[in-house]
């Protein structure tokens, strides 16, 4: 018989090895992870139910100006009775960059889920959830304000809801993120003028006093479960409603051409399960289609996300 | 004065001789009566000095009965080693010095056998009792405290090898004994006969199982005194079945006697004890109280172990008892380690090496225990993978371990004698098979080998499918092909017929004399017939080896088995789901669907409508039954379904279950399953395929027709039945013209009508020369007790041929019909029993040698049925198209659906075929 973990491992290597090239990457504003949204979630009539989880994982990101962001997250759930569940995420992202290597805590985001209809082929689930901006968006090199890319907080606070159908082989979900504030970054080129890094500045765009534009989402995700291992393939297709604005030093909102639009990520990951309490999951993206710009901040190349969950 | 003097000498040794013969007589009697009480060890004392005396006196054969009590009362004392030594050592000293007397054989051999008893070594007890049995009959007289205590043993051991019917017959022999032998109602032989028969009830049946404990219970008290070891034995069992009704206090209260009355008798360790331990413990258990539970278990098993070491079954008990508390609990690897514990405890001679590892099956004590331990090792594992490590080892083992269990039913069913025992057998070999179609459906679906995992489902499917029948199919081919000569095969038939005789009596119960009797002739019969069959075994080896050679059809070859247009569908219902198997020649897909609730409701409430003609109920049920039990969709091709329906679903014709919801409800035009398919049924893939591969070498004598009618059913004839039988005279009409049909195609035909259709005219015909077998009558079945199922003729007014050919004696008639056709009420039902389907008089005619059958599943209409049968044989003789029998039929079937006055299902649907 043929040995399936190895074939496991195998397909898992694959998608370390052959996705670098041309990758492209994921603009989730947070709400692709949050509750019912999330990737690869677990469907099992027969496993024992354990009601508390918590995943701690680390993310890598590669953007486009080769800045590479390491995003280290703990998400705990916590469920109470068999159909809600309460999400609290916490990250602390690491941002080495050309202009300047940062960290700190990142945006902090609540959520409920609900479980609206639970049979034997199928579940529903609803989320309903927020960001608070408890991560700086304001970081500053020699007093001047970076780009939103070397931030660790989006600074607003959002609003998300969403919904999801998981089947054993299948999940769907489409979700809605808006935030309620502009945010307190203060990047514009011209406070850069005569710094050596000037030239590389210009590359980012402005971002301001920024506005994130609206953003829904889809996810389709073909999931292949075994024992205690499955992998799944997906697409993330992420459309921003409109466009981000800033507020120039003169006081003048802009809308920013380009903001706005599709971006899709092509998902592979997998997981394997220690035990019913324990696992690792691998979840990588590969970027199909961009935004033409991203002054949010949220493009990347390419994503590799390794967590490992304990239920208790 | 010599003489005088000599004389004087002589009557002072006579007198000296017979005192001594007093006091040895007296210190019996002592012996005994401390032995009676419980004493045993003061017993032993007695006996000791008896049998010092007797061995100085050269008083051999006193000698060895007196060793023979101090062996037993040793083993009272639970040093059965001892005991046995004991024992064996008599019989040496019997068989050294020539002794030949039966009956101190006869007691040497029951005493041995006890020991082995004792040990947990069935298979030994029952040779030597067997033995004991063979020297008590020598002696001639039947009716003696020793046969009852031969009886009473054999029982015992019968029972622990799960042959409980041949158990309580047994038990009930010697209770009839010994309550000939006892008139004042103080023996407390019968009241242990009473205890060992409640023993067996408490299994199924736990007011009578109470009622007879109380009985011995009574006898005990009055007898012996209220702290006697019996008394306590017997509340023992009656906290047993307390437990079994959920009713725990009263089983603590019980048991809390129990172990006060040990206490007080035996000091240290002694298996009564730990068994009342054991029995706490399972109290706790079902109370919930885990911890409890353990701390009893423990006990219990430390005793056992101290008394018995690590191999023995009350030691696999316990560690099943321990296994189930550590399951409850959630440490699934200790209980795993506890029933692997469980499982070598019960093999002589095999040792665990990891708490995967499976034994081999030789050489074990209980089977019945082994095969729980096995089954409860598989569910535990499966456990651990769902409730912890999610790794498939775990599955695999658990799969690896319910083949071993499913392996052991076939042993097991080689020594259950009788049919009854076997469908018991059948019933719990069941939770095997479901347990294992579960495992492999899940198995397939999280393994990328699915394929393997989903041929493994369809074998334990089908290895749930009538395998008794099988088995008596098997049986009967092999003693057809193996050279037994036919005066062997004629004797076995003749006992056969007597004991379906004499079991046909006793269930109509005829009063408290005769059923002594008959319980006496049955078991005689029995035994006979048992030791008939061994002879057979070991005197034609070929007989043996087709007897038990395994014969079930893998998936393959039920595919190849398969032309193009025919499906074979079978389902799999457990307490939550329904598993679907569809197999082509060229697909085979399993599908599991949750069971909709009330799902028996439905099934019942499908053939209630149709009987109370209630078309929106119909409906709704034919309709909501089809979606469950076809979840995918028949291949266009298809134009034939075999079903092996389960369960309950063998009491509905599937013709009548609607594809889809229809505008017009009609009767005539819903769209029913009958209208796109030939259907007809079976019991398994294996007799279908074994059946087909008969019919389709199918070489009959010849092409002729009995056609049998008695018309007319004064209730005179029928004396002993309490059924109204109205007359059928439609059934006159239809047998004249299927004489007819016959007639025009050159058939010879017979007829046995009104007067001459008896049950001894059909019997003196020589039913194997018929291709087809055609009854037009009423059947009657008896759910409750299968054997007094029967077709109604006229009877003779012999004590033997009643005028009712009942499914005992159709199983004994010789029959090479391509088609028995019952064309009377409800001939396909009958009792129900789980992994075996219908147990009525369809089984019967198919264990006969029926290739095909035409039944019906209730009361029909004289006239819509003659119309039907007439239409089914026109078709069959003389279309080009529809001559196949389920072809004929479909078409017999769409005549009357098309036929305002028959449309409905009730006219038209009762009728299903078996076969082809």
Known sequence: MFEKTKWFIAILLLTFTSGTINAQGCSDAGFCTMGALKPDQGYSKRLSVQIRSIELSQYIGLTHFKDVIFNYTADVNIGIGDKTTIQVKVPYVYVEGVLKNTNGIGDLSLGLAQNLVSNERYQINLTLGTKLPIGNSNLALDGKPLPMYYQTGLGTYDVIAGISLISKGWMVATGYQQSLNRNDNDFWWSDWEGHPMEATVRAYKQSRSLNRGKDIMFRVERNFRFSNFNFNIGLLPIYRLTKDTNISRGGIESKIDGSDGLALTLLVGGGYQFSVKSGIKIMNGFRLVKRHFNPDGLSREFVSNIGYVYKF | ?916
Not at chain 2, 193 to 199: D, F, P, Q, R, V
Not at chain 2, 427 to 449: D, R, T
Not at chain 2, 537 to 542: I, M
Not at chain 2, 800 to 821: F, M, P, Q, R, T
Request: glycine letters at 4%; hydrophobic letters at 35%.
């Open chain 2, 1 to 916: 004065m010599y003489i005088n003097s000599k004389i004087r000498l002589l009557l002072i040794a006579s007198l000296l001789l017979s005192l001594d013969g007093w006091s040895q007589d007296n210190s019996i009697k002592i012996a005994d009566k401390l032995f009676s009480e419980g004493k045993y060890a003061d017993a032993i004392l007695k006996y000791k000095e008896s049998s010092s005396t007797y061995q100085t006196q050269n008083q051999y054969i006193n000698y060895a009965f007196v060793n023979l009590k101090i062996a037993t009362s040793t083993i009272r004392l639970g040093r059965i080693n001892e005991g046995l030594e004991l024992s064996q050592n008599t019989l040496n000293y019997i068989e050294s010095n020539n002794i030949n007397d039966s009956r101190l054989l006869g007691k040497t051999y029951n005493v041995i056998g006890d020991g082995y008893l004792n040990l947990g070594r069935n298979d030994q007890a029952l040779e030597y009792l067997l033995k004991s049995l063979e020297q008590y009959q020598l002696t001639g007289d039947t009716n003696t405290p020793d046969m009852a205590k031969c009886y009473n043993d054999l029982g015992i051991v019968y029972w622990n090898n799960g042959n409980n019917n041949l158990a309580l017959q047994y038990h009930e022999n010697a209770l009839n004994i010994r309550s000939k032998l006892d008139e004042k109602n103080q023996s407390t032989e019968k009241a242990d006969s009473y205890n060992n028969i409640g023993l067996i009830y408490s299994d199924y049946d736990f007011t009578k199982a109470t009622d007879n404990f109380n009985k011995a219970l009574n006898i005990y008290k009055k007898v012996l005194g209220q702290n006697h070891p019996k008394v306590s034995l017997c509340l023992n069992n009656l906290a047993l079945v307390s437990d079994r009704q959920e009713n725990y206090i009263q089983a603590q209260q019980y048991l809390n006697e129990v172990l006060n009355i040990w206490n007080n008798i035996f000091d240290g360790d002694h298996p009564n004890k730990a068994f009342t331990y054991l029995s706490i413990g399972r109290v706790n258990y079902h109370e919930k109280e885990y911890d409890l539970a353990i701390y009893n278990l423990e006990k219990a098993l430390k005793s056992y172990l101290n008394l018995y070491g690590n191999k023995h079954p009350e030691v696999a008990n316990t560690y099943n008892q321990l296994g189930a508390v550590l399951l409850a609990q959630g440490n699934f690897e200790e209980a795993i380690d506890s029933y692997q514990k469980a499982i070598y405890a019960n093999l002589y001679d095999q040792e665990s090496t990891d708490i995967y590892s499976n034994p081999e099956l030789k050489n074990y004590y209980n089977a019945d225990i082994l095969l729980y331990s096995l089954q409860q090792k598989a569910k535990t594992l499966e456990s651990l993978h769902y409730n912890k490590t999610l790794k498939m080892r775990e599955l695999k083992y658990s799969l690896l371990t319910l083949e071993l269990a499913d392996q052991l039913v076939s042993r097991i069913r080689k020594i259950r004698l009788s049919e009854k025992d076997k469908l018991s057998l059948s019933e719990k070999a069941s939770e095997i098979y479901e347990a294992g179609v579960q495992m492999c459906f899940e198995m397939s679906e999280m393994s990328i080998n699915s394929k393997y995992y989903l041929e493994k489902a369809f074998d334990f499917a089908e290895r749930s499918k009538s395998s008794t029948l099988l088995s008596a199919i098997q049986d009967t081919n092999a003693k057809q092909f193996s050279g037994i000569p036919s005066e062997l095969l004629e004797k076995e038939t003749n006992l056969k017929n007597d004991i379906a005789f004499y079991e046909r009596k006793l269930a109509e119960n005829s009063g408290d004399n005769q059923e002594n009797m008959l319980r006496t002739k049955l078991l005689t019969l029995n035994g006979e017939y048992n030791n008939f069959i061994q002879e057979l075994e070991k005197n034609y080896p070929k007989y043996y080896n087709l007897k038990f050679n395994e014969n079930q059809i893998s998936l393959t070859n039920l595919q190849k088995a398969l032309d193009i247009q025919t499906a074979f569908v079978t389902h799999f219902i457990t307490e939550e789901r329904v598993y679907y198997f569809y197999c082509t020649r060229n697909k085979f897909k399993i599908y599991n669907t949750p069971k909709m609730e009330k799902f028996n409701n439905y099934v019942s409430g499908l053939r209630n409508a149709i009987k109370y003609d209630s078309r929106e109920h119909f409906i709704t049920a034919a309709t909501d039954l089809y979606t469950q039990l076809f979840p995918g969709k028949i291949s266009k091709d298809i134009k034939n379904l075999i079903i092996v329906p389960e369960g309950n679903l063998a009491t509905i014709p599937f013709e009548v279950l609607l594809q889809k919801e229809s505008e017009d409800n009609s009767f005539n035009n819903l769209p029913y399953l009958i209208k796109k398919y030939n259907i007809s049924y079976d019991n398994s893939a294996t007799l279908y395929a074994q059946r087909k591969k008969e019919i389709e070498a199918y070489q009959g004598e010849t092409e002729d027709i009995l056609l049998v009618a008695p018309i007319n059913f004064n209730q005179e004839y029928y004396a002993n039945t309490s059924s109204s039988l109205n007359d059928l005279p439609g059934s006159e009409n239809e047998i004249n013209e299927i004489k007819l049909l016959f007639k025009s195609k050159e058939h010879s035909t017979t007829v046995l009508s009104g007067g001459d259709a008896t049950e001894i005219n059909l019997k003196d015909q020589q039913l194997h020369k018929y291709k087809y077998l055609h009854f037009a009558t009423h059947g009657m079945v008896d759910e409750s007790k299968p054997e007094l199922s029967r077709i109604f003729l006229r009877p003779t007014y012999n004590d033997k041929e009643d005028g009712s050919l009942y499914s005992g004696e159709i199983y004994n008639i010789d029959i090479h019909a391509d088609l028995v056709c019952l064309s009377a009420c409800q001939t396909g039902l009958g009792k129900i029993s789980k992994g075996e389907g219908i147990i009525g008089l369809s089984r019967s005619l198919l264990y006969a040698g029926a290739e095909n059958l035409i039944v019906s599943l209730w009361t029909v209409s004289d006239n819509s049925t003659s119309q039907l049968m007439i239409d089914f044989y026109n078709n069959h003789l003389y279309s080009n198209t529809y001559n196949t029998f389920s072809s004929a039929l479909r078409k017999a079937k769409l005549k009357l659906i098309s036929d305002e006055q028959f449309s409905k299902p009730y006219y038209w649907a009762p009728f299903i075929l078996i076969g082809e």
